[in-house]
């Protein structure tokens, strides 16, 4: 049974109930950055929970894919409610859905239910340029209608959020022409409107205003300075308008990616060839280099695919008078077996009575993996002789329950190993000892 709840920003979450799958999935919608203890929704009545049962069965909230837990349950009301700061951009990046996985547990029968809470943008973040100052240099030659590319604002937010437009300081030699690339980006041309003269000017600044949708609205700016040259006739032309590359998680240092090239047809200062990153976010900045000579771009950095899984830069290649020509770089990032499957004791009885009978439920246990693929599938087994063995439960949940009559004078305590595995080429695997002792009876 769904219920729902409209909220402006910052306001109340939207609640809905999507899907009944093993014990119920629920999921809500909320914008990010609420306050802690904000309330998400009452768990407990949207799943059909008697509320005096929550405290009694150690209702709880756990991760599914990570160790940061975002919610928490209120007991005593069943509302959960907002335990850690939920910030979009730092989740999800650009990804235009954002979805963060809770689960609620509760023990004695053992229950699981999914939480899905996806995570609205908001406005909290200012359009910005990646220099202070573009530099432009235009040969006085250049025809009307000719055309300069300034690149793009950077804004972390998506959506109507995101960067909607560019407006020109009035000048009289310039005007601009603003496109949309694929996903909605959009980047700007400078378009000469009017002649220039290098004799009567020779250097000119404008600032251009990038703006978001937002409300309310934020905008940045940036200096243009254009440098009025002598005729350079040739840009520099990339051998691709796109280089793709693959590149393996934990590459060393100093790897080599990828070589780019361009050629310039003019001679002398006119066809030297400097190679840069023109639009680089800050969280890629430090994990490629690029050789301005060149063209051969190297690891700088850490490499994990747990974190980015791929990279897109933009490339430039400035002669000697300063025309530039632009092409993109994408980097996939391939999964290796690097993380060692861990196993949590999420709850244990201890001690138990050793007139317990067999099949009882004395443990919980869960198993984790970050990698991916078969990476990350992982197999759990106990040592064999104890009487106790492992029976899976909820996706990766297993249960440890008695397999045989025990007794405390001839076996008074038990050291339990677990190992978990996973399926990577090579292996990884991990191990835990549960300690249990038997109670007189």
């Known amino acids: 049974m769904g219920c729902s709840r409209f909220a402006l920003l910052y306001g109340l979450a939207f609640t809905f109930i999507v899907l009944n799958d093993v014990y119920g999935d629920v999921s809500y919608s909320i914008p990010e950055e609420m306050k802690r ?23 709880r909230i756990d991760a599914e894919d990570s160790n940061v837990l975002y919610c928490g349950v209120n007991l005593n009301t069943g509302d959960l409610i907002v335990q850690e700061r939920i910030d979009r951009e730092g989740l999800c990046a650009k990804k235009a859905s954002c979805v963060v996985k809770q689960e609620l547990v509760l023990e004695n029968p053992l229950e699981l239910h999914r939480i899905s809470i996806r995570v609205q943008d908001i406005n909290d973040n200012t359009p910005q340029f990646k220099e202070e100052s573009l530099k432009i240099e235009i040969r006085e030659s250049a025809d009307k209608g000719a055309r300069f590319l300034l690149g793009e604002a950077h804004d972390g937010d998506i959506g109507e959020n995101a960067v909607q437009g ?37 250097e000119i600044m404008l600032l251009l205003t990038a703006f978001d949708g937002g409300s309310p609205q934020r905008s940045g700016t940036v200096v243009i300075h254009v440098t009025v040259l002598d005729a350079n006739d040739n840009t520099p032309v990339f051998s691709q308008a796109v280089y793709k590359a693959s590149l393996p998680e934990n590459s060393p240092l100093d790897t080599l990616v990828i070589t780019v090239s ?39 950095g850490a490499i994990d695919y747990e974190k980015v899984a791929s990279y897109e830069m933009q490339i430039s ?49 869960n198993v984790q993996d970050r990698d991916s693929e078969n990476n990350r599938q992982v197999r759990c087994s ?3 002789n104890v009487p106790f063995k492992l029976v899976p439960s909820i996706k990766n949940y297993y249960s440890l329950v008695s397999t045989g009559q025990l007794d405390r004078e001839v076996v008074s305590d038990y050291n339990i190993t677990i190992t978990a595995t996973d399926e990577g080429s090579p292996p990884l695997s991990s191990s835990k000892t549960v300690q249990l002792s038997v109670a007189d009876i």
């Open 382 to 384: 106990i040592q064999q």
């Open 317 to 365: 290649a400035k002669d000697g008078l300063g025309l530039v020509s632009y092409a993109t770089l994408m980097i996939e990032i391939t999964d290796i077996n690097d993380n060692a499957p861990v196993i949590y004791l999420k709850s244990l009885s201890n001690p138990i009575p050793e007139n317990v009978s067999p099949g009882t439920e004395v443990g919980i246990i």
């Open 166 to 202: 560019y407006s020109l300081q009035q000048n009289d030699h310039f005007k601009l022409n603003v496109n949309t690339k694929s996903g909605g980006r959009k980047h700007c041309e400078l378009v000469l409107d009017k002649e220039l003269d290098r004799e009567e000017k020779k």
């Open 37 to 59: 203890g904000s309330v998400i929704g009452n768990i407990a009545k949207d799943l059909g929970l008697d509320l005096g049962s929550l405290s009694a069965r150690k209702a």
């Open 262 to 300: 361009a050629s310039d047809a003019d001679e002398g200062l006119n066809s030297e060839i400097t190679y840069g990153f023109d639009h680089v976010l800050d969280e890629n900045n430090n994990v490629f280099s690029l050789n301005s000579e060149s063209g051969e771009v190297r690891v700088a």
